[in-house]
């Protein structure tokens, strides 16, 4: 069975620039979650999409946005880049279902020069 | 912003050593997952431990929570080289399930 996936492996922009990544979940996952992972700050949730829905989200400006797909995969948009987006950005899926597992893909490294 | 706190922040140990591993947290939780992540890739699922469980194991893993002290420890028996790597502890609230609060991780060389 495959794991989660995600597209681009590394990303390099420029301040004010978009991003955009893509996550693809193990097949049979609806649930989708985004995470950053920035040098000093941490793993901090991002977003939740649930069949197709915003379920949820961190504490993160509006620039920060998403969408998830009719067949679950999901896409992270971030507008005018800044300096500190530069992170690993994190997707996992899980089954819809409170309280369980997220299985976490390999990540996005995003720079922004 | 970080729920949990994990001690030691670095642990160095020799092959076949066992690891222990300390979360505590802040907030009642619905369960506590236990995560792994070598070299700033994704991170591996461990275990997950439901706030009404006191103990769990898989393999060599065996964790435990005390939901009266709100911490949690991950043990890691006969530890080898390849499970050196960072590892987190995950709370998820009782009415906020879905959305994973991180520990400030741990980081675990192991020496052959």
């Known amino acids: 069975e495959a794991g989660v996936t995600q597209s681009p492996t590394h990303l390099i922009k420029t301040r004010g620039q978009q991003a955009t990544l893509r996550c693809s979940p193990i097949?049979?996952?609806?649930?989708v979650y985004w995470y950053q992972q920035a040098l000093g700050l941490g793993l901090q949730f991002l977003l939740w999409?649930?069949?197709?829905?915003?379920?949820n989200r961190g504490n993160f400006p509006p620039r920060f946005s998403g969408r998830q797909f009719p067949n679950y995969s999901s896409e992270l948009n971030v507008n005018a880049l800044e300096l500190e987006d530069s992170a690993l950005y994190l997707c996992?899926?899980?089954?819809?279902?409170?309280?369980?597992?997220?299985?976490f893909g390999p990540g996005t490294r995003l720079t922004v020069l | 912003s970080q729920q949990g706190e994990e001690d030691p922040q670095a642990l160095s140990i020799q092959e076949g050593e066992n690891a222990t591993m300390n979360c505590s947290y802040k907030?009642?939780?619905?369960?506590l997952q236990w995560y792994r992540q070598n070299s700033g890739r994704g991170l591996v699922h461990l275990i997950l431990i439901r706030s009404n469980e006191r103990e769990k194991h898989s393999g060599r893993l065996r964790v435990t929570l005390d939901t009266s002290k709100k911490s949690s420890s991950l043990l890691i028996t006969a530890s080898r080289a390849a499970d050196t790597a960072s590892y987190f502890c995950?709370?998820?609230?009782?009415?906020?399930?879905?959305?994973?609060?991180f520990g400030t991780g741990t980081r675990l060389q192991v020496f052959p």
């Open positions: 995950a709370t998820a609230a009782p009415y906020n399930t879905d959305k994973l609060i």
């Open positions: 907030t009642s939780i619905n369960n």
């Open positions: 097949s049979g996952h609806t649930s």
């Open positions: 996992a899926s899980s089954l819809r279902s409170s309280g369980r597992a997220q299985y």
């Open positions: 999409y649930d069949e197709g829905e915003e379920r």
